[in-house]
């Protein structure tokens, strides 16, 4: 079974900064991996998907990156409102894993 | 507008059954797989299990293979997830999520949840 792993854990940054999370899969996984942002008592929702590729609506600072068995996610000037935790998602033959997620705060 | 209304959940002990359900409106329900995803108490999510746009096919996770069956209604535009053999460990709230497509694991529409407490 593939499995996905994250780093960091969690993070702690300022409004205004760039963050980057990573996400790696155990085998190569090409580019199904989607990212998921999840705000405190909600539903997630996706960001990224196909890993690079831009959800409807979803703004440009957020980006994905990334082939094979690495990955990373990036916000490019961290907003107040993307205090979240963050997933990434391997989906294939009808198969999902989620990572354990990156959460995110802010300074 | 897409939405995915979850019931059914609540407190049930260990070994009993429970039958979600979720209620969709706002697409052409049978164009579209369905999953179930789950999220225990402070942790991450885990998929549970899909069953594709036509019903024809399901899969599950290793974790509740043999235990949970996923079905669909069509004409109820609604899925099922029919839970056995209950465990402590399937204590969650439990997601329905809508594929992008009759095959599609890439989740765009959520529903709000609904709680599953396994317990004595």
């Known amino acids: 079974d593939i499995q996905m792993t994250q780093s960091p854990s969690s993070l702690s940054a300022s409004v205004g900064d760039r963050i980057t999370m990573t996400c790696q899969a155990t085998q190569d996984i090409s580019t199904y991996l989607n990212w998921y942002q999840q705000k405190p008592g909600k539903a997630p929702k996706v960001l990224i998907y196909?890993?690079?590729n831009l959800a409807t609506g979803v703004p440009s600072r957020f980006s994905g990156s990334g082939s094979g068995t690495d990955f990373t996610f990036t916000i490019s000037s961290l907003q107040p409102e993307d205090i979240a935790t963050y997933f990434c998602q391997h989906y294939d033959n009808l198969l999902v894993t989620f990572g354990p997620g990156t959460k995110v705060d802010v300074k | 507008e897409v939405q995915l209304l979850e019931s059914g959940g609540g407190l049930v002990q260990p070994g009993g059954s429970l039958r979600l359900s979720c209620a969709a409106s706002?697409?052409?329900?049978?164009?579209?797989?369905m999953s179930w995803v789950r999220q225990g108490p402070g942790k991450g999510l885990e998929w549970v299990s899909v069953i594709i746009g036509s019903g024809g096919t399901t899969n599950y996770a290793d974790s509740v293979k043999g235990r949970f069956t996923i079905s669909r209604d069509n004409s109820k535009t609604t899925v099922y997830l029919q839970m056995n053999s209950l465990r402590a460990e399937d204590t969650a709230l439990y997601y329905c999520?809508?594929?992008?497509?009759?095959?599609?694991?890439?989740?765009?529409?959520w529903g709000q949840g609904t709680l599953v407490t396994v317990s004595s």
């Open positions: 999520a809508k594929g992008d497509g009759s095959h599609s694991l890439l989740f765009d529409y």
């Open positions: 196909d890993a690079s």
């Open positions: 706002g697409f052409t329900f049978g164009s579209y797989a």
